[in-house]
């Protein structure tokens, strides 16, 4: 199709983004959200006053998109971690991201968070409270737009005092950056707008990566200037509920996690120079290649900014000024040997813990608590369908388990973890690789190789976060008594060796794995904890303070602070019981680096980081992390073992891994293409390489 000039472009840009704000101030239905300063409000009553201000900002924290129930059966894993059973998966993005099929994710039938089904829901609807109606390609634009507005008529806040005006414009300036950084995650640079179009001024590239992280930076860097350290201890705060406002720490996050994506290898490899810049070159795609030889190739002026940016995000947190903190891995203890690791199977927390681990995913029986605990930094709201509770619930905590007998109830879609990404990330509790790397395959960490990994007992002795994460052979499923003559007796325990009872392709686990991460084992119908009486509710952060001590960790590697990075990873491991780092991986940088992408692996397992993670390391198309694989072995044990022995010292025969698939990827799978009816519209707003 041929492109109109960029006058033209920018001018449809107008018309779409006038429309869209019509269309919202028509359907939209709650107070000051209901219309904008630019329909028929005047911009001197919409702005005149901290409260009127903050309404107006309201609606970009309300337009932020839930990974966990934008759907009924959602999908946000689209790594190497995560697969679908066989029916029904083929119809979710995840499976699409593994054929290379990228372009479905705005396909009209597909709704996850990147992209809304709008005709199916009503329409786009900023102020909707319906948890369907929001996603990050929309909103995005329409949010950034906003921000702009906001700040250019900041002089119309009079009646405020100067910290309530701070206020305004740090979080203005924070999430204009924000929706720009999280569209740059699959999309690369972008042109950065830091005003609302006007028809006489339409001159707007598109922006190298770069380019576009360093004006996020300036944003964030301004945001966290002007934010309160604690909302609470504000004047207009004591006045409002704060637990999910944007404040100085969540600022210099993201001012640190922007920094670090423009430091990381792929931004350093295909960053254009000046010249090629001025030519229009905004990627250089073919420099990319696929044998992983670049994944070490950091630029150290970028990751030292970023470092410093998380130390200065570390040190006021460590002031216990802020609202953050870890929230402790302290379980219920057993003496028996049947019950060791129960409070970590049961996510039972300790008693006397004032806080818990579990929480930070979701909350059981807590009065539909939102879960988050201290350690979230930025999260959305909670929307049911209908605005009320629930909303995590139904459906989304009944995709994760056996549907085998219907043990788990309703649609027929299961998340599973694959055996190489458990088997990878998960090490053992004395801090070694249960498995590592060798010619492109994952094997397994024996005491031949310097490990402690027992092929024989391959549950044993693991790294506590998979007792919490991961279900596996043996594990007690459902902890009320299943009647003998149910057909879901023969599920009370899990059967996930070869041949075992839910090893089935379609409607139990292929991978010889479940995860119960983020929903727990009891979501079936005998324990019942997705129903109502279990109070049931899940989100994902999309920052929490591990992810910070992580990220740090890595830009300290990559800026040559090893001692510094060894130092942030074992404030993890500490908190979960692990042995700390090898001090010896301290002199080898890129050993470190590898170290540090594995517990990022294992901390932030399931929470939609790891496509992003592989993006940006240039390992998508690199074995092994471009495969999927099952977890093959023999029990040993018999069936009533189990029920007086802990799963977790089960022997086995047989140990092996099998190919379910490999992912056949290029270069331009480590962008997402943008939608076609936006690049054929445009001049000059390029489609990324190969799409």
Known sequence: MKKTNIKAMFNKLTAIIVCMLAIVSMSSCKDYLDKLPDSDVSPETAFKNFKNFQGFIEEMYNCIPNKESCNWCTNFNWGEDEIFNTVEGDAHFTHHVDLGDYRYWYSKNQQNYLWENAAANGGIDPASTNKFSHALWPHAWYCIRKANLGLENLDLLVNATQEEKNIIAGQLYFFRAWWYEELMLYFGGLPYLKHTLSPTSLDYPRLSFRECADSCAEDFRKAADLLPVNWDN?????????????????????????????????????????????????????????????????????????????????????????????????????????????????????????????????????????????????????????????????????????????????????????????????????????????????????AERGGSFDPTHPFKNRDPRFYHDIIFDGFRYVTTDIPSDDPAFRQQYCGLYTGGYTRDDNMASRTGYYTQKLIPHTSNKFDGDYNWGGALQAYLPYMRLADIYLMYAEACTAAGNTLKAVEAINVLRKRVGVDPVNPMLASDKNKLMDEVRRERACELAFEGFRWNDLQRWILLTVAPYNKKTSQEFNRVESADWFKKNDPADARVSNLSEKVILTRVLGTKHYWFPLPEADVNMFADFKQNPGW
């Open 234 to 446: 504000t004047t207009i705060g004591k006045q409002t509920k704060n637990d999910q406002r944007i404040d100085k720490a969540v600022a210099l996050g993201y001012l640190g996690k922007v920094l670090l994506w423009a430091a990381s290898p792929l931004t350093e490899v295909t960053e254009p120079t000046n010249e090629e810049k001025a030519s229009g070159i905004t990627v250089k795609a073919d420099q990319i290649k696929s044998n992983g030889s670049q994944t070490y190739t950091y630029n150290v002026e970028y990751a030292q900014k970023a470092a410093d940016a998380f130390a200065e995000c570390i040190s006021l947190i460590d002031s216990k000024k802020t609202r953050y903190a870890l929230a402790e891995f302290n379980y219920a203890q057993y003496e028996e040997t049947a019950k060791k690791h129960d409070g970590l199977y049961n996510h039972e927390r300790a008693e006397g813990a004032n806080t818990c681990f579990t929480d930070i995913f979701y909350t059981l029986k807590q009065n539909w608590k939102g879960p988050g605990t201290c350690e979230a930094m930025l999260r959305g709201p909670m929307f049911d369908t209908g605005g009320g509770v629930n909303g995590s619930n139904w459906n989304m905590a009944k995709t994760w388990g056996t549907k085998l007998d219907g043990l788990v109830e309703h649609d027929k879609i299961i998340h599973q973890p694959t055996a190489n990404y458990v088997n990878y990330a998960y090490g053992m509790a004395d801090g070694t690789p249960a498995y590592v790397i060798v010619n492109g395959e994952l094997v397994p960490n024996t």
